[in-house]
């Protein structure tokens, strides 16, 4: 056949013949294309957004993938294992599964030879597995897994969700923050789902971060950081702040995130389950009640009647607690520098919201800073120690606190 009048050319300018085919069409040089392949600061901040939420995304995800390959080796590894040897994995894949199961045999052979199994512990087929098909045998194998997890439905429903995140990061595609937001909702959702029933499951107050965890020592201990305190109470309601509270103390000038925002029958409730409570409040009738009045530019008496409306509450929420002793009312007549509130500050799972007392603005209007007190974990080798936490800034304000309380004065 001859050759037609839009045929290109070969990749040597020549036919088979070794000569030039007067009907090819020469194709361009790419310097004669034209294109600009440069980047302008838009460009730039738009990639840096891309990579950033496929980032976080990314460290979501291969939390999750592989706490569920944790859970699938441990309820089906001791099913299949002693009969199947090393090959469980396929065998717990039946037929319906063994076109991705050898799929991830051949692809771990390959990295073998190649070199790419970094770690002796990932040498299995279970660890080439991906989300899609590690919940299949969590489907395939439900009676397995029933007694570990509360609901098939709700696990299925969170992992389809993972689904577009979980595509987007693989093909380094764009991702939303609608999508990426629904990623790590579902991801947090997921690893509680997994952690039912674990005796070392951490409290739900405020839940890790995984890019927290990864990033923390960049940060000292501070899990969250909020313009106000309006922003503060959306991410992190006081109802889950001090829910199930074993200790709780706190320190400012009215007190205002706790007595405002936490009703009083429920204070009295977790006094009444064992909380021991000590709230530090600024002395409405002092010299210094009357300097923070003229800072905030208000009239004399004004902030320290809130002040004394709040101690009132508070008093007549202790007047009702079967332990009033437990129930401590303090007064103190410094200069006050922040507002704290410390959460369960006598063991390592300690929370606390701080805010710094600006010159001209209220305590609402303050940034807030969360505090985690927790010892992180440390990777050595393959396996996972924790090491004791050196002092941060949760330490450095409870000092304080503490402080302020030994030089105060007791509310009748």
Request: glycine share 8%; with cysteine.
């Amino acid at each position: 056949m001859g050759s037609s009048g839009r045929e290109l050319p070969s990749g040597s300018g020549t036919d088979t013949a070794g000569v030039v085919s007067a009907t090819a069409i020469p194709l361009p040089r790419p310097v004669e294309i034209g294109a600009d392949l440069s980047w302008t600061p838009q460009d730039w901040a738009e990639v840096r957004v891309r990579v950033e939420r496929a980032g976080r995304a990314y460290v979501w995800l291969n939390l999750v993938e592989q706490r569920l390959r944790a859970v699938v080796g441990a309820v089906l590894r001791p099913v299949y294992e002693p009969v199947h040897g090393e090959e469980w994995e396929v065998a717990a894949a039946g037929p319906t599964g063994q076109e991705w199961v050898q799929r991830a045999a051949a692809l771990r052979e390959v990295s073998r030879r190649k070199g790419h199994v970094l770690d002796p512990a990932d040498d299995t087929v279970l660890a080439f597995l991906t989300l899609p098909q590690l919940r299949e045998l969590i489907v395939s194998h439900w009676p397995c897994f029933s007694p570990y997890l509360e609901s098939r439905r709700e696990l299925e429903l969170t992992l389809d969700e993972l689904e577009s995140a979980r595509s987007a990061v693989a093909r380094n595609r764009g991702l939303s923050g609608i999508v990426l937001d629904q990623a790590e909702r579902g991801c947090v959702r997921l690893l509680r789902m997994l952690a039912a029933g674990d005796p070392e499951r951490p409290a739900d107050r405020l839940p890790a971060d995984a890019v927290e965890q990864l990033v923390g020592d960049r940060f000292t201990d501070v899990a969250a950081v909020h313009a106000d305190r309006a922003r503060l109470q959306r991410r992190l309601p006081p109802e889950e702040l001090f829910a199930g509270a074993r200790r709780l103390d706190a320190v400012g000038t009215a007190l205002g995130l706790l007595v405002q925002n936490y009703p009083g029958r429920r204070l009295q409730r977790l006094a009444d389950s064992g909380c021991r409570i000590r709230l530090l409040f600024l002395n409405p009738a002092s010299g210094t009640m009357r300097r923070r009045e003229r800072e905030l530019g208000l009239r004399r008496g004004e902030l320290s009647r809130a002040v004394e409306t709040s101690i009132l509450h508070v008093r007549r929420v202790r007047s009702r607690v079967r332990d009033a002793k437990a129930f401590g009312i303090h007064v103190f007549d410094e200069i006050p520098r922040f507002s704290a509130y410390f959460v369960d500050s006598d063991g390592p799972d300690g929370v606390a919201v701080v805010q710094s007392y600006l010159g001209r603005s209220r305590g609402m209007e303050s940034p807030a800073l969360v505090l985690r007190r927790a010892a992180r974990g440390v990777v050595s080798g393959s396996a996972t120690h924790r090491e004791e936490a050196e002092p941060g800034l949760y330490d450095a304000y409870l000092e304080d606190f503490e402080a302020l309380w030994d030089g105060s004065r007791p509310v009748s």
